[in-house]
């Protein structure tokens, strides 16, 4: 198959390695001529994925209608807060009467429309529809991915043909895909838990204990049950790959950018100091703000994504917030 991917950040290029190993063929797009100038001179990205070499065959352009010429299959996994913007330049492209799957990678909410990913692509690109945009999520870090580190993940669409069609196309002896019907709660599982991963690193930066990270990671797990049963999403999903899986690898991997950004964070830098020498995207941060808000619509409580929005965009400390936690109302655990 002819794939066009549209994003070269780690996972985008991880991504189109897993596909060149099944025997596709890859082109990408970026927003940026310094990135295609390096991958096409080095073939590697050293700041994101060092010592991984991608194959010659790869083509990058920023050229979008170059990049899609002849797809078969678009993957897209470009930042969530540009997910509108390079979808309208994707509206322009003519399929020529043949749409294509389009697969989405990115795992975020878009800021002020509160929208998910699948929501923010079909919004702005007319000519698809529900039934051929399929959501990747589960637990994947591409520094595992791109050295072909075993791996399980979901592929989610309303439409059950479509995700088998891309659980055929990504699966290989290295990473194994799922098919789930349940494309809400998958997306909400993959952005919210990034704002689960900030307050786990911010437990790493505190040095907070064993105890302390199972607990947060089981009560951020009853905050993502209650938002996406309030959104429409089925409960079965948080307990799978996209929900508990991710949720585990994302609060506790030492390659997790959310995880990181909370832990400069409980060592005491502001997020500010943090963002600036951040080189790759935490896509907690946005997240957090569409939580509280998707949240705050629909009534439901989220303690701990509410503890976090104090702690990045009000200055609160972390043991302030701790302290708060800690001295909610008593209540059954099962209150949810
Ligand atoms: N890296 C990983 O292990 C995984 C990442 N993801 C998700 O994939 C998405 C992309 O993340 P990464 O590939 O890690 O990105 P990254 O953090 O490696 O790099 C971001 C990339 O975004 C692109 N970009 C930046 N500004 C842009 C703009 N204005 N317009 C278009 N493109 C722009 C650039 O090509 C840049 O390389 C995120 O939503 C992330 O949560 C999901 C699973 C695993
Ligand atoms: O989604 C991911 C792992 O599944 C990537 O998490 P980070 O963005 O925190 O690295």
Redesign the pocket.
């Known amino acids: 198959m002819n794939v066009t991917v549209l ?6 290029l991880t991504l189109g390695q897993v596909l060149n190993d099944n025997g596709h063929k890859v082109s990408f797009w ?3 001529q310094a ?1 295609v100038n390096l991958l096409s001179t080095e073939h590697q990205y050293k700041d ?1 994925l060092p010592g991984v070499i991608f194959p010659d065959s790869f083509t990058y352009t920023t050229d979008m209608n170059k990049a899609l010429e002849g797809a078969e299959l678009v993957l897209i ?4 807060q ?1 997910m509108g ?2 979808c309208k330049t994707f509206a322009k492209w003519n399929p020529q009467g043949k749409i294509p799957t389009v697969v989405c ?4 909410i878009l800021e002020g429309t509160d929208q998910r990913m699948s929501e923010v692509i079909l919004e702005n690109v007319p000519w698809l529809d529900s039934d051929h945009v399929v959501t990747l999520s589960g637990p ?4 595992e991915v791109s050295r072909r580190v075993y791996t399980a993940i979901i592929a989610a669409c309303p439409n059950e043909e479509s995700a088998k069609q891309v659980q055929k196309i990504f699966s290989n002896d290295y990473i194994r895909i799922y098919t789930s019907t349940d494309q809400i709660g998958t997306e909400l599982c993959g952005s919210v838990k ?1 704002v689960i991963a900030i307050a786990s690193g911010i437990l790493y930066g505190i040095g907070a204990g064993d105890n302390t990270r199972a607990a947060l990671i089981t009560r951020g797990q009853a905050e993502i049950c209650r938002l996406g049963r309030a959104l429409g999403a089925n409960p079965s999903t948080f307990a799978g790959l996209a929900g508990m899986g991710d949720l585990i690898v994302t609060c506790l991997s030492q ?1 997790s ?1 959310n995880r990181y950004v909370g832990e400069c964070i409980g060592k005491g830098e502001t997020l500010s100091q943090v963002m600036s020498h951040m080189k ?2 935490a ?1 907690g941060v946005p997240t957090c703000k569409s939580a509280k808000a998707l949240a705050d619509s629909v009534h439901v409580e989220l303690p701990i994504v509410n503890a976090v929005y104090e702690v990045l965009f009000n200055d609160k400390k972390p043991a302030e917030v701790i302290q708060e936690l800690m001295n909610r109302d008593l209540k059954p655990e099962a209150e949810y």
């Open positions: 994003g070269t950040g780690g996972w985008g970026t927003f940026s990135e994101k996994v470009v930042p969530s540009v913007n390079v990678a990115t795992k975020g994947t870090h591409a520094e990034n390659h950018r790759m995207i896509e």
